[in-house]
């Protein structure tokens, strides 16, 4: 079976899939679905001599003037969009920095996942948790590395977020890092004391991934001791990976790296059984 058929099982995340669910964390349109009932008319652009706050807050249509929630729709959307103005005025009014979408994803979450480095050191200052993960267990490390927001990383690691926190699926942030091929991430988390053969419930690793999507991320991983003989549930090597996803760099790079041409996966088949490119044989 070919990893692209096998998203049902959690190894479908091996082929890139930019703008989709990547091992929970996916692109978050604040405008869409539940979400959508907690937004308010983008007022950043405040008048002269307009009450910061009120410019702030949500329309009380949309919350029914739950003065709570309405400060949490509004601090939610500010930190989506990276008001830094509007984050330190709702707090002012005692805005809480915890609120979340019904998804789960926090004020925190949201910025990191945006990449609004301010309004994630405003959110941490004012006690946001570094590690308060969505529904998924997608936490704004990860969210942030997946995105590839260096300095956000960087921030969220300085607060004490950790690196080895793991998604309902398993996937920690150097998995997130090395799906987007964020390739300095990977060295940054690698750095910050991720564990290069942390595996998700399938088995799949960091380098099975690079394997599949990123192949500038191969050699990082290997010179960080990445196991390269490791298989996934399947009985995949990341050198089957990366025939099976046509990644002829990274085959060469596995092979001069060590990996086992002769190793079969559970269904009997070698790195050449998964794919019909002659240029690998």
Not at 61 to 68: C, D, I, K, Q, T
Not at 220 to 235: S, V
Not at 255 to 272: E, N, V
């Amino acid at each position: 079976m070919a990893l692209s058929s096998l998203t049902a099982s959690g190894m479908g995340v091996l082929v890139l899939v930019a703008s989709t669910l990547i091992g929970g964390c996916h692109s978050h349109s604040i405008k869409s679905g539940a979400a959508s009932e907690l937004l308010m008319p983008d007022h950043t652009a405040a008048t002269t001599g307009v009450d910061e706050v009120a410019t702030c807050l949500p329309s009380s249509e949309l919350v029914s003037g739950n003065p709570e929630r309405r400060l949490s729709a509004a601090l939610l959307q500010a930190a989506y969009r990276g008001n830094s103005r509007c984050v330190d005025a709702l707090f002012v009014v005692g805005a809480n920095p915890r609120a979340s979408l019904p998804d789960g994803s926090s004020t925190l979450w949201l910025a990191a996942r945006q990449g609004h480095t301010t309004v994630v050191g405003q959110l941490l200052a004012a006690g946001a948790v570094p590690d308060q993960a969505n529904l998924a267990g997608v936490t704004p490390l990860a969210a942030a590395a997946g995105a590839g927001h260096q300095p956000v990383v960087a921030k969220l690691l300085s607060a004490g977020a950790s690196v080895e926190s793991a998604s309902l699926s398993g996937w920690q942030a150097l998995h997130q890092a090395t799906a987007g091929c964020h390739w300095r991430l990977v060295e940054q988390l690698l750095d910050a004391g991720a564990q290069v053969n942390a595996n998700d419930e399938n088995g799949v690793t960091a380098l099975l991934i690079a394997a599949a999507v990123c192949e500038q991320a191969i050699e990082i991983l290997l010179a960080r001791g990445a196991d390269i003989g490791h298989a996934e549930a399947q009985g995949l090597t990341a050198l089957m990976v990366a025939a099976q996803n046509h990644q002829q760099g990274a085959v060469r790079q596995l092979l001069a790296g060590g990996a086992d041409p002769k190793r079969l996966d559970d269904g009997g088949r070698s790195y050449l059984d998964w794919t019909a490119d002659a240029s690998f044989r």
